[in-house]
Structure formats: C-alpha cells, structure tokens
C-alpha cells in the first residue's frame, strides 16, 4: 500500500489553515488588519458584536472605525502578540488575543485577533489578581515620586539638659520663621530628626518635606539632582527632563545634610538660590522661581573649611543665620534614661520584642561609654543587647558584652576564692557601685545623677550615706 507525501511547505500551510480554521470555529469572532490597519477580513460570528449587517461594512475601513480602542494596529506595527487581554465593546468586557501575520520572508505583513470569550465570569478571578497587581503598583509609583514625609516632632528629641533645652528652644523660634537654619552636630545628633521637628512645627507643615544627603550623590549629578534638567539636556538624560529637588520641595522644607561636602563650583548656584528664590535648570537659559525653606546640616567644621578654601565664605554666612548646636551624647548623661526609654519604645514596637526594661546598672554602663555614634549607636547597641537577652531586661552585664572597653567597667558579683559571698553582700556591693558609676557618669550632680537611677534626691542622699560615699554636690537645691 503506497503512502502519500506531501513536502513539508505544504504541510505546514495546511496545518496553519487547520489551526486558523479551528480556532475561527472556536473564538466567538475574528477580525484581521493589514499593515496600514485597515481591515482585510472578519468572520461572520463577529458582525453581531461590532454591530454591523454584513462583512462588506466592514472591509476597508481602518480599524478603529470598527473597534474605537482596538491595538490590533500596534501589534500590527510591532510584531509584538497580545497574548491576553480584555477589551471592552458595546458596553461589555471580552477576553481577547491579538497576533502577528506573517508572510514567508516573516516580515510582518498585519494582525488578526480573536474573541475567545464574551464571558468573563470564570476569568473574574484573574482579572481581580490583575487589578489588585495594577493598584498595588500604582500606590507605589505614587510613593516613590512623593517626597519624604517629615513624621517627627519636638517631643521625639528628647532631653531635658541644658544644651538639649537651648538647641529645642533656638529649634522652635526657628520654626516660626523662614529663615535658613544650619544644624551642627556629630554624626547621630539627630540632626534631620530635629530638621523634621521645626518643618512639622512650621507653618510649611502641610507641604513637602525634602532630605537630601549631599555626600551620596555623585559629583557629576548633583547639579541635576538639584535643579533638574530640561528634555535632553544632555546625552543619556531623560527624554522627558525630570524636576530637581528644589522643585520638588516648592512650598515646603528642603533639608541638606552633610552641606559641608557640596562642590565648590555647585555652590554659587546654591547662593543665588537661597538670594534670589530662582534657579536654572539645567540646558535651559529660562529662570524657575521658587519658594523654599533650607534647612542645611553639617558634621564638620564649616569655618574652617571657608579658611581652607573648600567651602564659599559668602554661602557659609548666607547658611549662618541661626545655627543650632545638637550635643553629643556623651555630654547629656542626664538624658540618657529618658533617650534610652524612648528609644526601647520604639525598638520593641518595630520588632518582635514583647517587653524591653533597663536597670540601674545597665544604665551605669551605657553612662561610662564615650558613644562616639551618638544616638544612633545607641540605638544599635540597646537592639542588639535585646536580641542577645532572654528576659528583656538589660543589666550591666549585657552590655558588658558588646560595648568596646566596657568589661572592666562593668564588674561581676564580688567572688571570695572558693565561695560565692552571701547574697545581702553581693546586693550592697551592686548597690555601691551603681551610685559610683551614676555620679560619674553626671560629673558629681547628685540631681542628674538621681534623675539617671531614677530615684528621689533624698532617696540618693540616703544611699550615699548608707555607704559612706562623700562628694561635694553644687546642684540647686
């Protein structure tokens, strides 16, 4: 018995007749373009649908005479399919695919397209997927181009010594102005918590609230980072230019940390800025007004960068109208049960902390450390002392552990070779030193000192004498 053979052009013309044919029998209608859009053919099934009477209504005619939000023109002009979509006709939703033809060469000669259902009831759960996808990353596009909130006020710095009371009331008359403020302090001080504190105190508190750390921009983009760039300002920027930071703050508060490390040829620009509330962006000639408030931050010694001739005496003078100075930690000891609480608080509420409490003498041990990463290391070292701790409860000895320098600082229960000393001992011996290492820590002011063990001026006294610790107390009464 002889076998028909067919060659293989032949048979794959018949198997796209085959499937083009089954697949026109399955959907519920099919429409094809060429490549300039008009429409070179449609089924039958389809004419209901797009309201029409016969097929010859249709051919000819450019596609979105037929179909007004029809993309069967861009699959056409792309080669790229549509795979899945619903599109909506006459008032209702249909499930659609859109594909490419192709000539034998496989240059894209049109398109065609397919209903292949004008139910989407079983595909309601896809297309709720779908729309929460669609949401989700329309809140998060509208995130990332807002600017950062300010979410902290005065009652987050937290302290009650004087130089922490002097840097709150300078931060609060600046708050009822717009003046340029410039914050000095080390690393840690809470220099953009205090930034965020005098904008949600100020009258601009309902507008935008822009930090920028002018150390982590590159130099070659700091101009554009700033003042933004026009379409194609250069090669490689965006087609559609993009605003600056100025821009974005308009209205509101634009915070500069670390202003100390800005070019020096970017600083002029910064001058006119803060002089004439205007700006060039950059490849344009046409001024952008402004009205911003600068708040500008600084870890090192801007008066002698000026002398070094790293930094523009005139912009330095410009920044100087009300400079605040943030303490070091290590100068706020009062402060420190109090920092410490706030800061637990807030550990425990952005973790997976039941409970957090700090005793006398772990507070003692906090106290004789020089915290050269201020607050910020405070914070660090107080998490990971909770995440080393069983109970939650920081005694000196869990900082013992991960403070440098801090294991002669912080001694065990006195030990007689052989034998563990009465319990009442060992007790009065802690008891000791813990008022030894609080007077320390507060340079001999029994109030502060008090304020740190958390106990009254009275009840310390009583202590004091109870072991016979002598000091010489020039506390107001």
Excluded at 12 to 27: G, N, Q, S, Y
Excluded at 58 to 65: L, W, Y
Excluded at 337 to 354: E, T
Aim: aromatic letters at 6%; a negative charge; glycine letters at 8%.
């Amino acid at each position: 018995m002889g076998h028909f053979v067919s060659d293989p052009a032949t048979i794959r013309a018949r198997a796209m007749e085959t499937l083009f044919e089954r697949l026109e029998d399955l959907c519920e209608g099919a429409i094809a373009i060429d490549r300039d859009g008009h429409v070179v053919y449609v089924n039958e099934k389809y004419l209901h649908s797009l309201r029409l009477g016969h097929i010859s209504d249709a051919i000819g005619r450019p596609i979105e005479e037929i179909i007004p939000n029809s993309l069967m023109r861009r699959v056409a002009e792309t080669g790229e399919p549509i795979l899945l979509d619903i599109m909506e006709l006459g008032g209702e939703q249909i499930v659609v695919t859109r594909m490419p033809i192709e000539d034998e060469n496989r240059n894209v000669i049109g398109a065609i397209g397919f209903v292949l259902s004008d139910r989407v009831d079983s595909l309601k759960p896809l297309i709720a997927r779908m729309g929460q996808l669609e949401s989700d990353l329309r809140l998060a596009k509208r995130q990332l181009s807002q600017p950062r909130s300010a979410r902290f006020t005065f009652d987050d710095y937290v302290g009650n010594t004087e130089r922490i009371a002097r840097a709150k009331e300078l931060a609060g008359r600046a708050a009822r102005q717009s003046v340029t403020v410039l914050l000095a302090g080390e690393t840690g001080t809470g220099k953009e918590l205090l930034a965020q504190a005098i904008h949600n105190a100020s009258g601009r508190a309902d507008r935008p609230f822009v930090s920028v750390n002018v150390a982590a921009i590159p130099d070659t983009l700091v101009e554009s980072e700033f003042f933004g760039t026009v379409p194609g300002a250069y090669t490689g920027a965006d087609r559609k230019g993009r605003d600056g930071k100025f821009r974005s703050a308009d209205g509101g508060t634009l915070f500069l940390d670390e202003i100390g490390e800005m070019p020096l040829q970017l600083q002029s620009k910064l001058l006119r800025v803060l002089q004439e509330r205007e700006f060039e962006p950059v490849g344009s000639d046409k001024v952008t007004k402004v009205d911003v408030r600068v708040i500008a931050a600084t870890n090192v010694d801007l008066q002698k960068r000026v002398s070094e001739g790293t930094f523009r005496a005139d912009l330095f003078y410009r920044l100087n109208v009300l400079t605040i100075a943030l303490p070091p930690l290590r100068d706020c000891a009062g402060d420190l049960p109090d920092i410490c609480a706030r800061l637990l608080d807030d550990i425990v509420r952005s973790g997976d902390y039941p409970s957090a409490k700090i005793t006398p003498s772990g507070l003692a041990a906090l106290a004789c450390y020089d915290w050269p990463g201020n607050v910020r290391e405070l914070r660090n070292v107080l998490e990971r002392a909770l995440i080393l701790s069983d109970s939650g409860r920081l005694a000196g000895d869990d900082f013992a552990r991960i403070l440098p320098g801090a294991e002669g600082k912080v001694a065990g229960p006195p030990v007689v070779t052989g034998a563990v000393v009465p319990y009442a001992q060992a007790e009065a011996a802690f008891e000791k030193r813990t008022l030894e290492g609080a007077l320390e820590a507060a340079n001999g002011q029994i109030s502060e000192a008090a304020r740190m063990l958390r106990i009254s001026r009275a009840t310390f006294y009583k202590k004091l004498a109870k072991f016979g610790l002598a000091v010489s107390d020039s506390s107001p009464v």
